[in-house]
């Protein structure tokens, strides 16, 4: 769906070379929101190759999927689509379809790497950043209104496809790892496609730009709220004790001064993430910087929205200190917080506790997946089947419809969605 222009030659190289420098930023754009995402992968983080070649795979194959549709769509005499039914009810379903079958056939390349739920929102986050990088040179150069294009088109619709399609990641990740969950994906794939379609919609009524910040919004919210869950159902993930009972090599470094016993000596230290904590030579306190604080939180208690929030001042043992949340004490004058290990690292078990609860309490969660780390492993050649029949399956109606021009049309429009059905069964049949 993209709109041909007429203009003078001159105009149209003028807008086009506009619009490419907006293609390259919005690169540099979908680079730095996949980066971000990629920074939630605390645990165990993808290898940069991978992701990068998801990127281009997936990229690539789901809009081979999505023109191919679209194509046919136009030869079965389906008119204009750049309207509210269009977008919601076309636009949305293909494009979704296309990416997470895209995911689906990446699988060859990533079923090593796919050992924690976060991996699925990753994964899926990069199909969505090379089908965004793709469609939007497609509108830059095929399009004449580049102010529009710039704000509406080029700067959102990257971290917009990324925020839409992560629900399906981690519906993703559940079907090829537990083997179940097909009613949640169903939704997963149901809410992308709405939203999606919804925000194209939005797109093609310009006054109603004012929603689209909303509807970002709240794909932001719902996007935070599954990656701080997949963080703290992670297999890898380990609690504040473990890490520094395990700790190999401890080093006594220059030590912060102990605000409950006042000693400056030098002490044991640990270091991970940027999270520097040390425990005092003279009483049972560890010790860290107030914004290695912040970094124990995130990291240790799966927590990624704003902390300021649960940040109070008060007198704690006739002393005034702050405190994050509870069982820590900051001085705000040298920056500095201390807190008892064991009390610590109940505060932050307790806080992931309440982000997976909240999630699995959502009426939209089955069940049955609330055990997500006991999941079955693919062996043989079944734990590559599907993926390659959907390429193979792709590949040969694309040399059907190339030979047979459009008499095949509404066969073709079906695959994508004849593929996904036939592998949600697939799973169903052979995966209780």
Not at 201 to 209: C, V
Not at 371 to 383: F, I, N, P, S, V
């Amino acid at each position: 769906m993209f709109v041909l222009f007429h203009a003078n030659p001159e105009t149209k190289i003028k807008i086009m070379s506009i619009n490419i420098l907006f293609v390259l930023l919005s690169f540099v754009i979908g680079i730095f929101a996949t980066k971000y995402i990629r920074s939630f992968d605390i645990h165990e983080k993808e290898p940069l190759s991978k992701m990068l070649l998801v990127v281009l795979w997936g990229g690539v194959w789901s809009m081979v999927i999505s023109l191919l549709i679209y194509w046919q769509l136009q030869n079965a005499g389906v008119g204009k689509i750049d309207n509210f039914l269009g977008a919601v009810f076309v636009i949305g379903p293909v494009e979704e379809a296309a990416k997470f079958l895209a995911l689906l056939s990446s699988y060859l390349f990533i079923k090593k790497e796919l050992n924690e739920p976060t991996d699925g929102l990753i994964y899926m986050t990069c199909v969505a950043l090379g089908f965004s990088l793709i469609e939007n040179y497609f509108y830059a150069t095929r399009t004449a209104d580049s102010g529009y294009l710039l704000f509406a088109r080029l700067l959102i619709s990257t971290p917009a496809h990324i925020l839409f399609s992560v629900f399906m990641g981690i519906a993703f990740y559940i079907l090829m790892r537990l083997k179940t969950g097909i009613r949640f994906f169903l939704l997963s794939y149901f809410y992308a496609s709405f939203v999606h379609g919804l925000y194209n919609a939005i797109i093609f009524h310009k006054w109603l730009i004012i929603f689209l910040i909303v509807l970002i919004g709240l794909s932001w919210r719902l996007a935070l709220s599954l990656l701080s869950y997949t963080t703290a159902k992670s297999p890898f993930r380990k609690d504040l004790q473990q890490f520094i009972q395990d700790y190999e090599k401890t080093q006594s470094q220059e030590g912060l001064e102990c605000l409950s016993c006042g000693s400056k000596n030098n002490k044991a230290t640990f270091q991970a993430n940027g999270i520097v904590i040390q425990k005092c030579d003279q009483c049972p306190s560890y010790l860290t910087t107030k914004d290695s604080l912040f970094r124990i939180f995130h990291f240790f208690g799966s927590i990624f929205s704003n902390l300021m929030p649960h940040y109070r001042h008060g007198q704690f043992y006739n002393k005034r200190y702050s405190t994050l949340y509870k069982g820590n004490w900051i001085s705000e004058k040298k920056r500095i917080a201390y807190f008892y290990l064991d009390e610590l690292n109940e505060v932050l078990d307790e806080l992931n506790q309440s982000i997976i609860d909240n999630i699995e309490s959502k009426w939209w969660f089955p069940e049955r997946l609330k055990l997500m780390q006991d999941y079955k492993e693919e062996t043989g050649a079944r734990a590559l089947w599907i993926p390659t029949f959907s390429m193979l399956l792709i590949l040969g109606f694309i040399l059907v419809i190339m030979s047979s021009g459009s008499k095949y049309s509404l066969l073709v429009i079906g695959v994508p969605f004849f593929m996904l059905f036939y592998s949600i069964v697939y799973f169903s049949k052979y995966f209780r």
